[in-house]
């Protein structure tokens, strides 16, 4: 994946997660909670290349 898209991939991913878990659990708190967790996990994970 080119490094251009890679965050927005990640800050995409998180924002999903995190809207369908705070609805399904009907907590939009907890689901912010879920959706920063998981943006923090994937920027860890697919970090754009250096350079």
């Known amino acids: 994946m080119?490094?251009?898209y890679k965050e927005i991939f990640n800050?995409?991913?998180a924002t999903i997660v995190g809207t369908v878990?705070?609805?399904s659990?009907?907590?939009l708190g907890l689901g912010a909670l879920i959706?920063?967790?998981v943006g923090i996990v994937f920027s860890l994970?697919?970090?754009p290349d250096k350079g």
């Open 11 to 13: 800050l995409s991913m």
């Open 2 to 4: 080119p490094n251009k």
């Open 21 to 23: 878990a705070g609805l």
């Open 45 to 47: 994970f697919n970090r």
């Open 25 to 27: 659990l009907d907590n």
């Open 35 to 37: 959706g920063i967790t």
